[in-house]
């Protein structure tokens, strides 16, 4: 069997390729193609025996869809991880229409929308008319914003001090920032990259964006990364539950496993919210979203979903509930004894297991 992944530039992604290369449950698996629409230290380590790396377009040019049935022909892949929220719509919308990627087994859910799940404004409405959140105010702090100026000072008056302000329709944290409304000299000298910016600096992009903005409070309390795994008949769903230990410029670079084991509690509320997601956006296969305490009330609030495998996807391959494992089970679930699937299917049981991603120094950083 042959895999292909999209995204494979990011920092963490190393160890989701060595965990397939190392396990013994992945002894079926032949090949693997990693592509990126850009070359890097990362992308060079992909050249192995049973690995290796294709540059593609970006996935917003015309011949993204294209190149990658070329692609998938030459290298016979039998199923696509996509690593991207664009990529997953695009793959889930428009691969029927390939010769090749018609036949190709994706992990992605098969109705995935640009309108719905790449718009966070308007998913997010999605659950405000279910009334989906944990306290009736959950959402009401979360503006769509056409004035920044209105938009702060409703959150300043409900006692935060960061905010967030994202594109609508951005992903992968692209473009994310951090009003610090006590933004000083200090933090600009000792920020080696633009992720906290000044109010002044908030006002300025927001004169130039080119889409809209969407403002949020910056939850400083403790955050969740929820990976699922949603079996395409909705019956059973497979969390993996990152407690995050430590993030940086809003990539996660270390984070601890809950499992049901070390927090029933936690983990059988995550599997019905897990559930509750799925309804709202009609999702299936593997999906993600992220909830944080808010300091201000100590309630979890729903931050935002994303319709695809997240970037801390390397981690739930060291649980019972391995989300690459049990993606190729489902699609090929006759190719695979009852052994296997037995052991693909275990709810997580396992010890506590913490994972911690190191990130590479930059070439003008100190040792």
């Known amino acids: 069997m042959n895999l292909l992944f999209t995204t494979m530039g990011g920092q963490e992604k190393w160890e989701l390729i060595y965990n397939i290369l190392s396990e013994y449950r992945y002894s079926f698996v032949n090949k693997i193609i990693c592509c990126d629409a850009q070359e890097n230290v990362i992308t060079s380590t992909y050249n192995l025996e049973r690995c290796k790396f294709i540059k593609v377009p970006?996935?917003?040019?015309?011949?993204?869809?294209?190149?990658?049935n070329k692609i998938c022909e030459e290298n016979k892949v039998d199923i696509i991880f996509s690593i991207d929220s664009y990529e997953s719509i695009l793959l889930s919308n428009y691969a029927k229409e390939y010769s090749y990627l018609k036949n190709v087994k994706l992990t992605c859910s098969d109705n995935l929308s640009f309108d719905i799940h790449l718009n966070k404004s308007d998913y997010l409405k999605l659950f405000e008319d279910e009334k989906f959140y944990l306290i009736e105010a959950s959402l009401s702090d979360r503006l769509r914003v056409n004035d920044l100026d209105n938009a702060v000072h409703h959150l300043q008056q409900a006692g935060y001090t960061q905010i967030i302000m994202k594109p609508n329709n951005s992903h992968g944290s692209r473009g994310v920032r951090?009003?610090?409304?006590?933004?000083s000299w200090d933090k600009y000298i000792h920020e080696k990259e633009a992720y906290y910016i000044s109010y002044k600096q908030a006002r300025d992009l927001i004169e130039i964006a080119k889409d809209d903005i969407l403002i949020q409070p910056f939850y400083s309390g403790q955050n969740y990364n929820v990976d699922c795994y949603l079996n395409p008949h909705g019956s059973v769903i497979y969390p993996v539950i990152h407690k995050v230990m430590g993030n940086r410029w809003g990539q996660v670079t270390a984070s601890e496993i809950?499992?049901?084991?070390?927090?029933?509690?936690?983990?059988d509320f995550m599997c019905s919210y897990a559930?509750?997601?799925?309804?709202v956006l009609r999702l299936n296969?593997?999906?993600?979203?992220?909830?944080?305490?808010?300091?201000?009330?100590?309630?979890l609030k729903l931050v935002e979903v994303n319709p695809r495998i997240s970037a801390v996807i390397p981690q739930s391959m060291h649980t019972e509930s391995d989300l690459i494992y049990l993606s190729i089970i489902h699609e090929y679930w006759d190719k695979f004894t009852e052994f296997e699937k037995e052991n693909a299917v275990k709810d997580i049981k396992n010890r506590k297991f913490q994972s911690v991603f190191i990130t590479l120094k930059q070439e003008n950083e100190n040792i």
Do not use: A, M, Q, W
């Open 275 to 279: 559930f509750r997601i799925s309804n």
């Open 178 to 183: 951090v009003i610090d409304l006590k933004y």
């Open 258 to 267: 809950v499992s049901e084991k070390s927090d029933k509690k936690l983990f």
């Open 58 to 68: 970006y996935s917003t040019e015309d011949n993204y869809l294209s190149e990658l």
């Open 285 to 299: 296969k593997n999906f993600n979203f992220e909830l944080s305490t808010d300091p201000t009330t100590g309630e």
